[in-house]
């Protein structure tokens, strides 16, 4: 069958009812209270590459497809568990049934279903002549992690509306139920704030964009740039809340913020630079332009923050926290006059005073705020949590603390980072991190005791797109690390050293003809194909550096 992520019990059913159920036009869906948004998928979805109907059912409906919500039958499993039946006639019931321990359980199911359905299945419309059958099995499956994210960076390369809807549907195949959306850095701004409209009007857009790694010494000369209206935004979030996806939106403050500054001068550290000739930022690394640490900048970000809150119901909202050089503030007469007043130690501490007001904006308004591990650095504000992104020292840090993490480490799970040390690696950067090293990932560190560990919310993969200038380049970063990642995330409970790749490269076969049916330009296993490559652009490290510079 070759699930992935791979399912916690797959038994057969015994009988004399043969080895299949087949699916035809007849085959009904009986869709009980909670799964209407997993039987709305299975129409629209299922439906479009199998050619099938699924006309309603009646109940009881021998030979239909019934879904249906039941937490006490999967109690041990979950909201998010389920139990698929593929039962054949004759026998108890014959049909197809998938149970959630809520609606979300249902929706897993019915991925897993599309799965056993063939690669087929993940067509956009029917083959002629195919005949749809499900292997005669019982599943019982949950998710190890409550988080299984992946962060998309729209900020330095845009990708158009239909191409986040798309990693939508990817994530839900591979069970992902959270997707970090980071819509705000140097090199572009690309939400609409209404109230503020030159942050899009000038800051979604860049003149030029380096090509490969800052030290190249070539250019894209083409004007890059985009934004999401509000509305494009609303339309994001409901394609993914249909899918069990939550949306969590990245603004970042107080560094990442120069394209905000382009748009509006006043924001940046005014006594110590000429805000006024700075743009959108066209090149990659950590830009020493942050947002001043004024009343105003404050009263700013307040409003950003009150529309992304109407646009995003996600509990938690990351406020970026990363990368965000002090030097400015050291310069700043204005900025040291706020450490005094605050009576601070220093600008680790005006950082922490930065993070905490937003902490408490959002608290009052029943939201929680997560930023990268920096954030811990002059005291963690008392309700946030920490996405964990260089090693495991944040995340562990934090937990101890009693703060809640999201465990992305730099080293294991970056995804832009290249997959291989030849040199036919398109604008290769950062480690070599394999198929395989990202299957051996394990996101709870040994470190911390079993209380601590429940402070591990789960984990997730990030994709910074500097040299992945469009879907093709995201494609072939992500995939197909992404289906490993997906299998840690989902049902990956052995240590590291005991999983078995070898079962997982094997069902990976299976997996890369699914792939190849939604049109992924993933990364072959033999390497990258020669449109894939970049030849003669330069990545990171460059020789003679060390991989991080």
């Known amino acids: 069958m070759d699930l992935i992520p791979a399912p916690r019990h797959v038994s057969r059913h015994d009988g004399d009812g043969g080895e299949f159920v087949e699916l035809g036009a007849a085959t009904g869906l009986v869709v009980g209270d909670g799964t209407e948004r997993a039987a709305h998928w299975l129409r629209g979805t299922l439906g479009a590459a199998t050619g099938l109907s699924f006309p309603p059912a009646g109940t009881p409906a021998a030979g239909a497809v019934r879904l249906s919500v039941d937490p006490a039958a999967t109690e041990d499993l979950g909201e998010e568990g389920y139990r698929l039946d593929v039962v054949p006639a004759p026998g108890d019931e014959p049909g197809v049934h998938v149970v959630g321990g809520g609606p979300a359980g249902v929706f897993w199911g019915v991925q897993t279903l599309r799965q056993l359905l063939g690669p087929d299945a993940y067509r956009d419309a029917p083959l002629p002549g195919r005949t749809w059958r499900l292997p005669a099995v019982r599943i019982q499956d949950a998710p190890r992690f409550g988080w299984r994210g992946l962060m998309l960076d729209v900020a330095r390369h845009f990708l158009p509306k239909a191409d986040v809807l798309r990693y939508l549907d990817l994530l839900a195949a591979h069970k992902l139920n959270v997707f970090h959306f980071h819509l705000t850095d140097d090199q572009g701004w690309r939400i609409e704030i209404k109230r503020h409209p030159r942050l899009t009007g000038i800051g979604s857009w860049r003149p030029r964009t380096k090509w490969g790694h800052r030290a190249s010494d070539r250019w894209n000369d083409t004007p890059h740039g985009g934004f999401y209206t509000q509305d494009d935004i609303r339309e994001i979030v409901a394609y993914a809340t249909a899918r069990h996806i939550t949306v969590v939106p990245e603004i970042d403050i107080p560094g990442h913020s120069?394209?905000?500054?382009?748009?509006?001068?006043?924001?940046?550290?005014?006594?110590?630079?000429?805000?006024?000739?700075?743009?959108?930022?066209?090149?990659?690394?950590?830009?020493?332009?942050i947002l001043a640490p004024a009343e105003h900048v404050l009263r700013f970000y307040e409003g950003v923050f009150e529309e992304v809150l109407d646009l995003f119901p996600s509990r938690f909202v990351h406020i970026g926290g990363d990368e965000a050089p002090k030097d400015q503030w050291k310069q700043s007469a204005a900025a040291q006059a706020r450490i005094a007043e605050l009576g601070?130690?220093?600008?680790?501490?005006?950082?922490?005073?930065?993070?905490?007001?937003?902490?408490?904006?959002?608290?009052?308004?029943?939201?929680?705020?997560?930023?990268?591990?920096?954030?811990?650095?002059?005291?963690?504000?008392?309700?946030?949590?920490?996405?964990?992104?260089?090693?495991?020292?944040?995340?562990?840090?934090?937990?101890?603390?009693?703060?809640?993490?999201?465990?992305?480490?730099?080293?294991?799970?970056?995804?832009?980072?290249?997959?291989?040390?030849?040199?036919?690696?398109?604008?290769?950067?950062?480690?070599?991190?394999?198929?395989?090293?990202?299957?051996?990932?394990?996101?709870?560190?040994?470190?911390?005791?079993?209380?601590?560990?429940?402070?591990?919310?789960?984990?997730?993969?990030?994709?910074?797109?500097?040299?992945?200038?469009?879907?093709?380049?995201?494609?072939?970063?992500?995939?197909?690390?992404?289906?490993?990642?997906?299998?840690?995330?989902?049902?990956?409970?052995?240590?590291?050293?005991?999983?078995?790749?070898?079962?997982?490269?094997?069902?990976?076969?299976?997996?890369?003809?699914?792939?190849?049916?939604?049109?992924?330009?993933?990364?072959?296993?033999?390497?990258?194909?020669?449109?894939?490559?970049?030849?003669?652009?330069?990545?990171?490290?460059?020789?003679?550096?060390?991989?991080?510079?």
Request: proline fraction near 8%.
């Open 344 to 549: 601070l130690s220093g600008e680790d501490e005006l950082q922490a005073w930065f993070v905490r007001h937003f902490d408490t904006w959002l608290g009052e308004r029943g939201r929680r705020l997560i930023g990268w591990d920096e954030i811990l650095e002059g005291g963690l504000a008392p309700g946030a949590a920490v996405s964990s992104w260089r090693g495991y020292a944040g995340g562990i840090a934090a937990a101890r603390a009693g703060h809640d993490v999201v465990m992305c480490p730099e080293q294991q799970v970056y995804l832009d980072h290249r997959q291989h040390g030849g040199p036919d690696e398109p604008v290769p950067i950062g480690y070599v991190r394999t198929l395989e090293d990202v299957y051996r990932f394990e996101p709870v560190p040994a470190e911390l005791t079993e209380a601590e560990s429940r402070h591990v919310l789960g984990t997730q993969a990030n994709v910074w797109t500097e040299v992945m200038e469009n879907r093709d380049r995201v494609d072939y970063q992500v995939f197909p690390r992404l289906a490993a990642f997906a299998e840690v995330a989902w049902s990956t409970l052995a240590a590291p050293a005991e999983r078995d790749f070898g079962s997982f490269a094997s069902r990976m076969t299976s997996h890369y003809r699914r792939l190849d049916a939604l049109g992924v330009d993933y990364r072959p296993p033999g390497g990258p194909l020669p449109r894939q490559r970049r030849p003669g652009v330069i990545g990171r490290p460059i020789e003679g550096l060390p991989p991080n510079v």
């Open 258 to 289: 120069q394209a905000a500054i382009a748009a509006y001068p006043e924001l940046g550290n005014t006594d110590v630079v000429d805000t006024a000739t700075l743009g959108v930022w066209d090149t990659w690394g950590v830009n020493p332009n």
